[in-house]
């Protein structure tokens, strides 16, 4: 051969030495990082979504995970793991969603997390398009936290493993899900976004194979690996409102107006604040701000009001409350004249008090009423307390007014015949019994209340009546009577 | 030696020659866009672009010439078409502001109002869903009683409510600067801003929370969403308060959570 030859034969044959050595050098290359990454063999779930119940940072709660299936192979296993810093399949950067905050909560429920497989029946707000129902994934399963963060007992990973037999064949047409119910969101030092994987598994034997050695990087591969998906969460701020509504009593007392064109207007018998204004001449309206001073006169006659022994005369006034007390209120009323002794209870009186020669009806019982006689009868002086009425007009009015039996006993309450009652129209009262709950006594004496319940605009008419003797003094006989409303919050 | 020395020259070319190869190639599964068997990661097929551009203060990514970007979907299929300006893994974000509101005294005479802010975007997915999953302001046991359906606010009747759009402030609301008072004298609250326009954001409020003028509240309801991926869209939560004569006295609070959730 010659040298020239010589020199072309080394040269391929270095050639093709260094190229040989070059390719095997670049099969390896690329035949190893085929064994490396691994990538579960199934396909990317669909429509998956993990709802939870709290977005609260720190706070317990409930994760639903639904997703379609991409294969219909029965599976046996299920990892969901959750990752502070990226979803995706394969990136072995995973980390606790909390990691590194003030404060880390995040939990899927300990070594032993709670995981429920009853689907949901009303529906779940999916929106492209909107299923009805989620199917709860079939079969039996074992749930365990994996993936323990730090030393804590709380864990990062959820692992399902099914019973012999797996899920059954799936179906790729039906959104599948289970509940987390003992997961505890992350509390980043500011809310914010996070992150889960799911990789669905398929060896015939459960919790063999890939879960078994299941890393963020390390999902497995197929047939063994199947499905998989990621998802982003969020936790957020709370909106925290807070608003004061305060106890109210609103009550007042308030004279009679006569009827318009009223051919009696000295005996006017219409609440100014019932909201019936057609009917009222003036004054009328639907609160206490239409209330008129009940200064009352009673008596008959044409140029000046008398009482007799003739008949019972009567006045009446109207009270008005409202209250947003829980309990209620409850009305007492407390007499100026307090005309101490037997028979002078609470009357009216010609010397400001100091005799009632027309006294309280005479009460020998709590409870007891007597009826006023005229002609024959002694001189006497009561209260009648109508039951309560709504107020014409507002739409907001509610509630009740409920007289004590002592001023109202349900049975003589005909008020057709006002200013002048027939004897046993109305039975009164001015219970003063005792001397520590009567009209006379510190606090006066109960003569109704609003049924242990709040009320709005709520009216009641009050009708007091007085009757002379054949031997009442002449004179002009007063009397006070103070009400009371006290409200129970 | 000479002969040697020739392999090892070869050699080392055809070692740059294989290395050369493989950019592009190697099959990850993190990479950006890929089929079953091939797969490429920051290759961008156009004119060019810069990937995290940055000075000592600001970042960004940069694109040129390419043929088209953003987000474009049918009823079943969207994709995310760019270069690297497009995030590529599912993502959302959800921000809540106005987290402590006090709204004063209730009373029967008056209307009171609130406003509260919330912001959310999501890529990569079908789309989203707000709720409000908290029971309305509460005193004790006691729930101060919350709209069922779309209503004006009513002076002296026990109501609490919201929606997610512009208002006109309620009669006798009062407006001026204070605890539970309008915007401005004449509206309460705000439509739905897209961030930056709405070629980018595609949240709306749902049908019962977007009637102006009206209120209603129920725990559990969807009061937002959108259909698709979205940029950031801008809701504005306005409340209103009525209370009546009866309302129980002390005071109401209401811990309002939002959660949002994507579909991917």
């Known amino acids: 051969m010659s040298s020239e030859m010589k020199r072309i034969v080394s040269r391929a044959t270095a050639l093709f030495v260094a190229l040989a050595l070059g390719v095997s050098l670049t099969l390896i290359s690329v035949l190893t990082p085929s064994s490396v990454h691994a990538f579960p063999g199934g396909g990317q779930v669909q429509y998956r979504a993990i709802y939870m119940s709290t977005s609260v940072p720190g706070a317990p709660a409930t994760y639903l995970v639904s997703f379609k299936p991409a294969s219909t192979t029965s599976i046996t296993g299920v990892i969901v793991d959750f990752c502070q810093t990226s979803p995706i399949i394969g990136d072995s950067n995973c980390g606790s969603p909390d990691n590194g905050a003030t404060t880390e909560t995040f939990d899927v429920g300990g070594a032993t997390p709670t995981v429920t497989f009853a689907g949901t029946s009303s529906g779940l707000p999916v929106t492209n398009p909107a299923p009805a129902t989620t199917t709860g994934l079939p079969g039996t399963w074992t749930a365990s936290g994996i993936d323990q963060i730090g030393a804590t007992g709380r864990y990062r990973t959820l692992k399902l493993v099914s019973g012999a037999g797996g899920s059954g064949a799936l179906s790729t047409s039906t959104i599948y899900s289970f509940a987390i119910t003992s997961m505890k969101n992350p509390k980043q030092d500011t809310p914010g976004t996070f992150y889960a994987r799911i990789i669905t598994y398929t060896n015939s034997t459960p919790g063999s194979g890939a879960i078994s050695s299941y890393a963020p990087g390390n999902e497995g591969s197929g047939p063994d690996a199947l499905d998989y998906g990621g998802f982003a969460l969020a936790t957020t701020n709370t909106i925290n409102i807070t608003a004061k509504v305060q106890e109210t009593l609103t009550f007042c007392t308030s004279g009679a107006i006569p009827e318009s064109g009223s051919l009696d207007p000295q005996h006017p018998l219409l609440d100014p604040m019932d909201g019936s204004a057609t009917t009222i001449a003036a004054g009328g309206g639907n609160s206490c701000t239409s209330a008129t001073t009940p200064n009352l006169n009673i008596g008959h006659g044409t140029n000046a009001l008398v009482i007799s022994n003739e008949q019972i005369d009567t006045a009446s006034a109207f009270m008005q409350i409202s209250t947003n007390a829980t309990h209620g209120a409850v009305i007492r009323m407390k007499a100026g004249n307090s005309c101490s002794g037997t028979g002078n209870n609470a009357g009216l009186s010609v010397d400001g008090g100091a005799n009632c020669a027309i006294p309280g009806i005479d009460n020998t019982a709590a409870g007891q009423l007597v009826t006023a006689t005229p002609n024959t009868g002694n001189a006497a002086f009561g209260l009648f307390v109508n039951t309560g009425y709504l107020t014409t007009g507002v739409s907001a009015s509610t509630g009740s007014i409920v007289p004590d039996p002592n001023y109202n006993d349900g049975t003589h309450t005909t008020t057709t015949n006002l200013p002048t009652p027939l004897v046993n129209d109305l039975y009164y009262g001015m219970d003063n019994t005792t001397d520590t709950l009567g009209v006379a006594s510190t606090y006066g004496d109960k003569i109704a209340d609003t049924g242990d319940a709040p009320c709005n605009t709520v009216n009641a008419q009050l009708v007091f009546a007085a009757i002379a003797s054949l031997t009442t003094p002449a004179g002009i006989y007063q009397g006070s009577e103070n009400l009371i409303a006290t409200g129970t919050f | ?264």
């Open chain 2, 1 to 264: 030696m000479v002969l040697f020395r020739k392999v090892v020259s070869a050699l080392i070319l055809s070692l740059l020659v294989a290395a050369t190869g493989f950019i592009g190639s190697a099959y990850s599964d993190d990479l950006q866009a890929k089929s079953s068997t091939y797969g490429v990661s920051e290759v961008q097929f156009g004119s060019g672009g810069v990937i995290n551009s940055c000075s000592t203060t600001y970042c960004s990514n940069q694109t040129l010439g390419d043929t088209g970007v953003g987000n474009s979907k049918s009823n079943n299929y969207q994709v995310q078409a760019g270069g690297n300006v497009t995030d590529r893994q599912p993502y959302i974000e959800f921000n809540v502001a106005n987290t402590n509101i006090d709204v004063g005294v209730l009373n029967s005479s008056s209307t009171k109002v609130a406003t509260a802010t919330f912001s959310v975007k999501t890529y990569l997915a079908g789309g989203y869903v707000v709720q409000t999953v908290s029971p309305p302001p509460k005193n004790g046991s006691y729930a101060l009683h919350a709209l069922t359906s779309p209503t004006s606010p009513s002076i002296g009747n026990e109501q609490f409510g919201i929606n997610l759009v512009a208002n006109s402030c309620p009669s006798n609301a009062p407006h001026p600067p204070g605890q539970g008072t309008c915007t401005t004298a004449t509206t309460l609250g705000a439509n739905r801003q897209q961030l930056p326009d709405a070629s980018f954001g595609f949240g709306y409020p749902t049908a019962n929370y977007g009637q102006t003028d009206k209120f209603m509240y129920k725990q559990g309801d969807i009061v937002a969403k959108s259909d698709s991926s979205s940029g950031t869209t801008l809701f504005t939560i306005s409340y209103i308060f009525n209370t009546t004569n009866v309302t129980p006295g002390g005071t109401y609070t209401m811990n309002q959570i939002l959660v949002a959730t994507s579909t991917f």
